[in-house]
């Protein structure tokens, strides 16, 4: 066994305008498959610890030293990135009335929310994500992570998230993240949205 790259939930262009397809093609052929490949690479080298890698990355320490941080990247990158691919559709979707409810809550409102991700997102220094997790106690949390950290490793579950690396918008957006950040809200698949945080409340 071995990971592999999952195959998109849709077709390149499907998220035209918003994402266009050369950038799903670089995004997903080329960097997301370089994270399988070298996650894979990693794993090969301790057969021992299997490769769920969302239980190893839930504990980085038990993660042999020696591909450690090779398994946090990579490994990290794989898990972002399968999920990114699924929390975006080219279908009109909307929060459930109980996420919805539980956004309204924790933030305010949804607009509320949505700035909060928003800055999260844009503020993010170099390369990373930005996350709404189900936090240890419960509840409804925006963050952001460097890299290809995951939430996961911090004991959070992860039920939407942006890639805010250059190669997720430079070849549309250029140097203006704002504008990306802002298209994404077109595409967000609340239907997986509402199935993530139905499992990890
Ligand atoms: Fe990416």
Do not use: C
Request: proline fraction near 4%; aromatic fraction near 10%.
């Amino acid at each position: 066994m071995a990971i592999i790259l999952p195959e998109l939930p849709y077709a390149y262009d499907a998220l035209e305008p918003y994402i266009d397809a050369e950038t799903m093609h670089l995004h997903h052929d080329k960097h997301h498959q370089t994270y399988v490949n070298n996650a894979n690479a990693a794993l090969e080298k301790h057969l021992e610890i299997g490769e769920d890698l969302e239980a190893l990355l839930a504990d980085v320490e038990s993660i042999p030293a020696d591909i450690r941080q090779a398994l946090i990247n990579n490994g990290g990158g794989h898990l972002n990135h399968a999920l990114f691919w699924e929390l975006m559709t080219p279908e009109k979707t909307a929060p459930s009335a109980e996420l919805a409810a539980a956004i309204d809550a924790t933030f305010g409102s949804f607009e509320e929310f949505q700035a909060a991700f928003t800055a999260a997102a844009t503020t993010r220094f170099g390369s990373g994500w930005a996350w709404l997790v189900v936090n240890k106690e419960g509840k409804l949390e925006v963050t952001s992570t460097a890299n290809q950290d995951t939430p996961i490793s911090e004991g959070k579950k992860p039920i939407l998230g942006l890639d805010v690396w250059e190669h997720a918008y430079y070849v549309k957006y250029r140097n203006v993240r704002p504008d990306y950040i802002k298209a994404f809200f077109s595409v967000i698949n609340w239907n997986k949205v509402d199935e993530l945080y139905a499992a990890a409340k």
